[in-house]
């Protein structure tokens, strides 16, 4: 796999390595839990391991975003001291994938402020698009909304954590950042219809919102509090302890 970053990633990651003190790894595959992410942070204890998914081509500054991103995720275990999961052996592959999901509803509000200071923006060239494409699509009510998160997942307690995670982000990036006017009147719209078409999911998202609102995500253990009452309130909380490095 060739990997040519410009100087800006190239430093960004540099620096991630040194405060982390672990090697950032890449590999290639094409079965990252979720149909068309490209790329995914997985923990090792030893390094900073970042798949990426080379069948899903996007812009070069959308990729190298998205490894900033992913290699954030790394930042925020073995440096600023966030938790990370441990499943007991028992626990399927679904099961960690529907709480690894939980992980990242939280997390990556704090990632994406983390490479916005270094340089990054916030959020890809699809995102917005996307959610303006998700307006359309809860326009059409809970069941046309839960097929088109469906298309990402076979698994549906996945699709349903997916779909709250939507709006968590969504809420996220109007709560925490600094967007543009036109950009807030999106996220806004998709944040209005989500509450009106998607009543029994708004209901969840309502109590994470609560949740996120009663502590400071941005602190490690709050962050880490919030995930495992989320986990709680989904009843997922059994297959899974909350450690830190
Ligand atoms: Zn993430």
Partial sequence: MKL?????????????????????KFRESNELGIKSITAAY??????????????????RDDMERSIAHEATHGYLIHRLGFCRSLYTQDSTEDYRKEVQLVFTMVEDIVVNKIIEDNGFPPFGHEYLPMVQEEIKIAKMGEEVGESFYGRFTDDYRLEAILMISRHIIAWGFLKYYSLSPEQSEIINEFIEVFKTYYPDYYEFSAQIVKLMEEKDIFNPRDGCDVIYEILKMFKMDVGVRLVRE
């Fill in 4 to 24: 040519d970053f410009s100087s800006k990633l190239r430093r960004y990651l540099k620096k991630i390595e040194a405060e982390t003190g672990r090697h950032i």
């Fill in 42 to 59: 997985q923990y090792h204890p030893k390094y900073i391991l970042i798949t990426l998914n080379t069948d899903y081509p996007r812009s």
